[in-house]
């Protein structure tokens, strides 16, 4: 039985080699998904490190220059055409006057605060203004022989005991969703081109044919998809090995290393979810009645996995999907990288529940493929 699966597997791999579209598909996810991720990380810890200046209008800047200078400090100074976010700040006419007698002075933020664009600016400005306040406040009582800290009923002190590589774990939710769906994309080609592609072609017809039982056909079909599913596996991790190392971790305060333990962790880990996959998808394939029509479903089938892996990366309802199928082995990825213990009892249950599922969806092809209907696409 063996040998009979091996040369199906053969056959499966070396139709899937010439099949040059779907293989350069998966290619160009392995390699551009870290590498788009290096840049989108290298973008955005360098705006969070150094926010860039903001331009806003300010009125009646005369009467508080001391408040003025302290917000150009802070990168926040007055601007106009069109470097000026759409964001006035109104100094009243009474300011300088009630600031002399120890009176609170108002300022005005004129904003749209539903616009998207302009609410972090909104809330920079809203910050530095309730520091400014502060600062102001502690003078006045030093000035009256105050404590300034008896307006400070608590003090609070955060401790964080968080180390660089588990601050860089939080990060890593989302490189390790790309590994998660990496074994799902670079199958997808694969799994419609050798179940509904191969009927479209009437070769499965010819396959059937012969004396071979169904179940060494799915069997032998999953197992090559799969192969090369972990084959994709393997390319992501080396090149997020690679482009992450030009990622500036530091200026957030952690580092990241995927290094060879993470790369092996995470073909073992993978294993299960590549059959799975693999199984699932060439299953849907086989429900669909025509190529085209394989393609709408296994891509409506892809939504299920990537919403399991985001809701593993933000932490929504964690009791629950840290025992489900793939959020369990992404949680499992992101504990090694962290450098803390795997959750074993989680990743245990979810890979034999992941197993489980690769069964049931082999033996429902294997089964499918009795059905004249499903053969023929009738």
């Given amino acids: 039985m063996m040998k009979l699966i091996s040369v199906l597997f053969k056959k499966e791999v070396l139709d899937a080699s010439r099949d040059k579209r779907s293989v350069m598909a998966g290619l160009y996810y392995c390699i551009g998904a870290p590498i788009l991720m290096?840049?989108?990380?290298?973008?955005?810890?360098?705006?969070?490190?150094?926010?860039?200046?903001?331009?806003?209008?300010?009125?009646?800047?005369?009467?508080?220059?001391?408040?003025?200078q302290f917000l150009a400090s802070r990168e926040i100074e007055h601007g106009e055409g069109e470097e000026a976010k759409a964001i006035t700040l109104e100094i009243s006419e009474d300011y300088q006057e009630n600031m002399m007698q120890g009176k609170s002075a108002t300022v005005f933020i004129i904003a749209d605060k539903s616009e998207q664009k302009l609410r972090s600016s909104i809330n920079r400005l809203e910050r530095n203004l309730m520091l400014y306040n502060s600062e102001v406040a502690s003078l006045r009582l030093v000035a009256r022989g105050i404590d300034p800290t008896i307006a400070r009923a608590i003090d609070v002190q955060t401790h964080d005991q968080a180390t660089p590589a588990s601050k860089g774990g939080f990060v890593l939710g989302i490189a390790t969703l790309s590994i998660i769906i990496s074994l799902f994309y670079a199958a997808m080609g694969m799994a419609?081109?050798?179940?509904?592609?191969?009927?479209?072609?009437?070769?499965?017809?010819?396959?059937l044919?012969?004396?071979?039982?169904?179940?060494?056909?799915?069997?032998?079909?999953?197992?090559?998809?799969?192969?090369?599913?972990?084959?994709?596996?393997?390319l992501t991790t080396i090149v997020s090995k690679f482009a992450y190392n030009m990622v500036p971790w530091e200026m957030m305060g952690f580092t990241v290393i995927i290094g060879p333990k993470f790369i092996i962790s995470a073909i073992i880990?993978?294993?299960?979810?590549?059959?799975?996959?693999?199984?699932?998808?060439?299953?849907?394939?086989?429900?669909?009645?025509?190529?085209?029509e394989a393609q709408s479903y296994v891509a409506m089938a892809l939504f299920i996995p990537?919403?399991?892996?985001?809701?593993?990366?933000?932490?929504?309802?964690?009791?629950?999907?840290?025992?489900?199928?793939?959020a369990a082995q992404q949680n499992a990825m992101i504990e090694i990288i962290k450098g803390n213990a795997i959750p074993v009892p989680q990743l245990l249950l979810s890979s034999a529940v992941t197993l489980g599922l690769f069964a049931i969806f082999t033996y429902l092809s294997s089964r499918m493929l009795k059905s004249e209907k499903v053969v023929f696409g009738l």
């Avoid at 209008?57 to 408040?67: F, G, Q, S, V």
């Avoid at 419609?192 to 396959?207: C, M, Y």
């Avoid at 919403?307 to 593993?312: E, L, N």
């Fill in 192 to 207: 419609i081109d050798s179940s509904a592609g191969e009927r479209e072609r009437n070769s499965l017809q010819l396959l």
């Fill in 38 to 68: 290096c840049v989108l990380f290298t973008v955005m810890f360098k705006q969070m490190a150094s926010p860039d200046a903001l331009k806003i209008t300010i009125n009646n800047a005369e009467n508080a220059p001391n408040l003025v």
């Fill in 306 to 326: 990537v919403m399991m892996s985001m809701a593993t990366t933000y932490d929504i309802a964690t009791d629950i999907m840290q025992w489900m199928p793939i």
């Fill in 269 to 292: 880990i993978g294993l299960p979810i590549a059959l799975m996959s693999a199984s699932l998808l060439i299953f849907i394939s086989f429900l669909a009645k025509s190529f085209k």
């Fill in 209 to 234: 044919s012969h004396p071979i039982s169904t179940m060494h056909i799915v069997l032998a079909k999953v197992g090559a998809i799969a192969g090369f599913s972990i084959i994709a596996l393997v």
